[in-house]
């Protein structure tokens, strides 16, 4: 897995590619604590690439929700595959993120 980060303060792209698996989880749970959240009013998760997510990345994506909420910005998902759009939606985070299917 493949993790890569662009934007500025206000606007945090992160790029996901490969298998968020239980060590490609890691990897993502290291970049996010490595970024500040404090001035963010914006942040996209790009998953045009990711080719699978499992419940440890599923629960990444909920820690980058913990420390992105309490400063007021908004989360989206966007690029996400048929599969993991449905696992998302089963799992009820369109509740909490924006989440858009890829092309």
Request: charged content about 25%; hydrophobic content about 40%; glycine content about 6%.
């Amino acid at each position: 897995m493949k993790v890569q980060i662009s934007g500025d303060k206000k606007k945090i792209h992160i790029h996901i590619s490969g298998s968020i698996n239980q060590t490609g989880a890691e990897e993502l749970k290291n970049k996010i604590n490595q970024l500040d959240f404090r001035q963010a009013h914006e942040v996209t998760i790009d998953c045009a690439k990711v080719t699978y997510i499992g419940s440890a990345g599923v629960g990444k994506l909920l820690l980058l929700y913990k420390n992105v909420e309490k400063d007021d910005a908004s989360i989206r998902i966007i690029n996400v595959s048929p599969d993991i759009y449905s696992l998302l939606m089963d799992m009820k985070l369109d509740e909490i993120f924006t989440i858009e299917k890829g092309q």
